[in-house]
């Protein structure tokens, strides 16, 4: 009786710690088991020492608190790291696209290099916070949806178009197709990345039972 009452009470301090991996959850699985053994094999000690270690859900709380900062750090490296290898890839996208030879030896960017860097860089940082925040019309892999995708090339394309109608400017509609899609590329592109990193994460940072 006493066993099963101790081998509930580690199970209950394990599940209200909130720990993050599986990995620290066994290992303060093996600590309460470790500390509990070291009070006396005879079921007179193993009851005396569940008595002294108190409230199992004030302990669990305690540890609770105690590892909040790690499930958070993980949370914002993880975000960062998808952030960082997103934009990179945009960075990369768009250079290559944007070559130009400004001689027969002499490679240089076109002159929309830089507009074209920082809309795509923005487009990454709005596709991160829709993911955060699971606005799913934005998340959706668009490369499986050509309804889907051809609409957000025509939406790109037609807001170019309108923008520099604004700014009393022209843009032909075949370069606005032409640019933004390469702007649905960075899409697909960072929207992959992301549930790449969450499922590394769901691998590392497995689910409480």
Known sequence: MDEQRLNELIDRVVRDAKLATARERDELRRELESHFAEAGESPDALRAAIERFGSPALVGDALERAHRYNRVLAHVVRV????????LCALVIQIVMNLRFESRTTL???????????????????????????????????????????????????????????????????KALAESSIDVVIWTCTIAILARADRVCARVFTPIE
């Not at 960062?80 to 934009?87: E, N």
């Not at 809309?119 to 934005?138: K, P």
């Open 80 to 87: 960062l790291a998808a952030s960082f290898a997103a934009t």
């Open 108 to 174: 240089g960017l076109a002159p929309s290099f830089v507009p074209s860097a920082a809309f795509s860089t923005m487009l990454v940082v709005a596709l991160v916070a829709a993911w955060e925040l699971d606005i799913d019309s934005l998340c959706a892999r668009l490369e499986r949806h050509p309804v889907r995708l051809l609409g957000t090339l025509a939406t790109l394309a037609s807001s170019m178009v309108l923008f520099h109608a604004a700014q009393n400017g022209w843009v032909h509609p075949a």
